[in-house]
């Protein structure tokens, strides 16, 4: 920890940053980065490392460069336009440690647009929170990333190690962003995830598992519907059957889950079918995402999955001639439990205490975050750390400005301890 | 009916061009009119008419001039592209009665094509049956329709009554192409459909109903799917409350339905919902088809249906504060049973008895045809008889040779005395 003089510095100048830092967070949040629509908003990413003297790594994610790592996820869509960027600070003579500050550029649909009072991408400041898609999850993390260093540099201060700014795409899908970013060799000796965990320190979180479930069904005339089998009807029973497995898992828990109220989450969250509303349907396809803990094989997981929906077929005469064919697309993510690192973990619980006056909390996470990636796959304990959002993925997303303040702070002062200081040239 | 040596002598020219009519047919499946798409197939049916010396009277379907007239079904989509097509044989001295011979061109979406054993559009004959999406639902028909009286040319004879050949749009989805050649001013004193009966005299119809049920959800990130309500999952128990509507209906009969096995069909055709898969899904809209007995006033349908939805909606908190929409578009069909025009169906019984040696029998239908609109708002009693069909919306759609020569033969007998004969010029 930075001493009292230097800490209070560090804290003023985080403040003094503060209304740029979320003047800039909503300019980002402005800029409509869905799945495959990232591109605008990390050409913004790469021009703020720029100006800001960090050298600046744009490439495309090349499927065929990581299809064979661990930890990869399938996907169906083109990376034509999936462009990763990283900025690197490195000091002449690094002294400290080193670390990744890493975040997601990518936000997930809208949905219907009546839904929200105001435009989701019309980033707007109402009390203390800064509302729109992405706002939390997760551009204020991306945001607190390069303030926190801006706060250090407005006091004439660099960090003395080396930082790595990543800003990945496909954070919420698959992951393979971050995955890309450790395959062109990105490593430190621990990395912090600014996203929205509500000022606590993610500690474990559950693997997670997209699939499709495509179901035929026999078509006729609805006029003799008895006749036919269909698709769309035959897809409940399945559906049910693997709520019947998520209820399964949520009663034998990991322990580390004992204390979430439904950690297990099954959840039916697309659907399609059917092509005349005079016929009865042939196919329907479901997605589903679901959720299992740390330590649990994906293998065994597909393998329930599996035996769950050929369950619920042989109940049905058609479908048991025609099972339905299930496709892994998207995230194939195992759990995580953060462990090692302590000398991390006891850095950043110190830096909170200093600015929160309480201790800092664990978060369980229900959902799966890039942290895996750095701990499982490279052996980088990977803190996730950030602030207090809420309705992440519905309406009205927002974030708190108080908790932007606090966490830059936070990082700030873990920055200045972590990778030491030296003068800014 | 015409005497025996004439009769004879028309059933013979009916074969003498079953070969040409089987091509025709085979020719006009080859053509894929799905609704949108019907215009080249109508020119197909207008050069035909050409060709034959009829009045060919070409127009696309005007939705201002129908809108306010019973029995019209209102539509989402454009009638840009919505021809129908009539043509008119009219004697200089009209002796006999006059006659529509009705048939529709559009035909409905193919589903999977890998379900099929030959691509839909790829007409072909196996054994007595011709194959393709549409052969049977009713482009086997359309065909009967002009070659009946081909047959009574082929003799050297004209009907010495009027005839329309009426080639209609939209008979699968609303009835509006029926419903737009009455209002364009054609009449006749019987109609004949030539609709896949199965050498059956069609004495009554269900009514049909189309609706859109679209459901809102409260969307969350999955990791906390309790939190939200999800659109999709709400669309089970509402489309579950319905087939108990379905069911009170299948029990409480209309006398001519005692005998069906299953008269009212409510179908579940369509489902979309859900924009993202780690998203608990905002919205899901699902498709319906319902039917319901003649007499049954379509007001009261509608309000037994938006009872039973708001019914089954009331038990989801959320829902109650959100209820689901229910848009009508499509079919708003009344149900319909033949009565009246007895010397048309007394003189079609007989011809049929000729050529099939047994009586004609009733079919029932569990779905509509356009016969409603002659029958119900102009006051034509409205005839449906046509060749046995399997299939019809399903996979491998097929319509029987022999039935459409049999079929062909009993409506030329039927043209012959019902509208009379003269020489062909």
């Known amino acids: 920890m930075p001493d009292t003089e230097l800490t209070t510095k560090i804290l003023k100048a985080v403040d003094d940053g503060l209304q740029e830092q979320i003047d800039y967070t909503a300019e980002l949040v402005r800029l409509p980065s869905l799945r495959g629509q990232e591109a605008t908003a990390q050409d913004f990413m790469a021009r703020s490392m720029k100006e800001r003297g960090y050298t600046v790594d744009r490439w495309k994610i090349n499927v065929e460069d990581i299809q064979n790592l661990p930890g990869f996820s399938p996907v169906h869509i083109s990376y034509d336009d999936a462009w990763n960027v990283v900025g690197s600070h490195r000091p002449n003579n690094a002294k400290g440690k080193s670390l990744i500050l890493n975040g997601h550029i990518d936000v997930v649909p809208t949905g219907p647009l009546d839904m929200w009072t105001r435009p989701p991408f019309d980033s707007y400041v109402d009390g203390d929170w800064l509302y729109g898609r992405g706002a939390g999850d997760m551009k204020a993390g991306l945001a607190i990333n390069l303030y926190a260093v801006d706060a250090l540099r407005r006091l004439g201060y660099m960090p003395a190690g080396d930082i790595h700014f990543q800003s990945v795409v496909e954070e919420e899908c698959t992951g393979n962003g971050a995955l890309a970013c450790l395959q062109r060799g990105y490593r430190a000796d621990t990395a912090i995830i600014t996203e929205p965990s509500g000022d606590r320190l993610g500690s474990a979180q559950v693997g997670v598992m997209w699939f499709q479930v495509k179901v035929r069904g026999r078509p006729a005339h609805v006029a003799y519907a008895g006749s036919g089998s269909n698709a769309i009807e035959a897809c409940f029973p399945i559906i049910e059957a693997l709520h019947g497995l998520e ?115 664990k978060r369980i996470f229900t959902g799966t975050t890039d942290a895996r990636f750095y701990g499982l796959y490279a052996n980088i304990p990977a803190m996730v750390y950030g602030p207090k959002s809420t309705e992440i993925h519905g309406f009205d997303e927002r974030v708190s400005i108080e908790s932007i303040r606090k966490v830059t702070q936070s990082v700030a002062l873990f920055i200045a301890d972590w990778c030491g200081l030296e003068k800014a040239a």
């Open 247 to 361: 209820a399964e898992w949520n009663k034998d828990r990991h322990p580390m889950f004992h204390d979430e109220e439904h950690p297990i989450n099954f959840v039916v969250s697309k659907i399609e079918g059917g092509d005349w509303t005079s016929s009865v349907p042939a196919w329907c396809t479901f997605d589903m995402r679901i959720s299992c803990y740390p330590g649990q094989d994906l293998a065994d997981v597909r393998r329930a999955v599996e035996e769950t929906v050929a369950g619920a077929s042989r109940k049905s005469s058609f479908l048991a001639n025609n099972p339905p064919q299930i496709v892994y697309h998207g995230f194939q993510a195992e759990g995580y439990v953060l462990e090692g690192g302590e000398e991390g973990q006891d850095l950043l619980k110190s830096c909170h205490k200093t600015v929160y006056g309480e201790e800092l909390q």
